[in-house]
C-alpha cells in the first residue's frame, strides 16, 4: 500500500473510534437519531450533559475542586507522564540550586578563611617589629617617626599605624619601668 492510502485509514480509524462532545453542546446535535446515547457520553473525555453542570455552577460544594481535573483530557496516561516529567525537572533544578548554595558557602568560607590567615600574619608581623623595637630599645618618637606618623599631623590617629604605635607605647612603658626595679 502506499503512504497516502495507510494515512487516509488511520485517520479514519482514529475518527471512527473517537467519541468526544463538545461541552457546550447538546447530544441530539451531535447523533444521527433523536436517541438516548448515555452509552456514549460515559465513554468520552466530556461530559455532554449540561443540565448537571449548571446545577453545579449554582451549588458550590467542597467536591467541585475535583470537577476542574475532570474538563482534562489525558489520552494513553501521557498526564502522568508530563507530571512525573515536571516533577524529575523540579527536583533537577532543586538540586542545582543546592549545589550552587553549597559552592556559595564554600568559597565564603575559604574567603573567611584567608581573611583570617592574613590577619594571623599581619599580626606576626606587628608583634616581631616591636619586639624588635622593644629589645633595641628604641624611643617612641623615632617609633613615631618610622611608622610615619610624624608627616600625617594631625590625622595620625586616623592611620592604621596608629594602633601599632600605641601597642608598641603600652609595652615600652612596662618594659622601662621593669628596667627601673
Do not use: C, H
Not at 73 to 79: I, Q, T, Y
Not at 80 to 106: G, H, I, P, Q, V
Not at 148 to 160: C, H, Q, Y
Request: proline share 1%; no cysteine.
Amino acid at each position: 500500500m502506499r503512504p497516502s492510502y495507510i494515512l487516509l485509514l488511520t485517520l479514519a480509524f482514529l475518527i471512527a473510534l473517537t467519541n468526544a462532545v463538545l461541552a457546550d453542546n447538546r447530544v441530539s446535535v451531535n447523533s444521527l437519531t433523536a436517541v438516548n446515547n448515555e452509552s456514549n457520553n460515559k465513554r468520552s473525555l466530556r461530559i455532554a450533559d449540561q443540565s448537571k453542570e449548571d446545577d453545579d455552577e449554582e451549588e458550590e460544594t467542597e467536591d467541585d475542586a475535583d470537577d476542574d481535573d475532570d474538563d482534562e483530557e489525558r489520552l494513553l496516561g501521557l498526564g502522568k507522564l508530563s507530571e512525573k516529567y515536571k516533577l524529575m525537572k523540579m527536583r533537577r533544578s532543586a538540586t542545582k540550586e543546592m549545589k550552587a548554595a553549597d559552592k556559595l558557602k564554600a568559597a565564603e568560607a575559604a574567603k573567611l578563611k584567608k581573611a583570617e590567615d592574613a590577619a594571623a600574619k599581619l599580626k606576626a608581623k606587628e608583634d616581631k617589629m616591636i619586639n624588635g623595637w622593644l629589645d633595641k630599645l628604641r624611643r617612641p618618637d623615632k617609633v613615631y617617626k618610622d611608622l610615619g606618623l610624624l608627616k600625617l599631623g594631625n590625622r595620625a590617629t586616623e592611620s592604621k599605624n596608629y594602633r601599632i604605635y600605641e601597642d608598641y607605647l603600652a609595652k615600652y612603658y612596662q618594659r622601662v619601668e621593669n628596667f627601673g626595679r
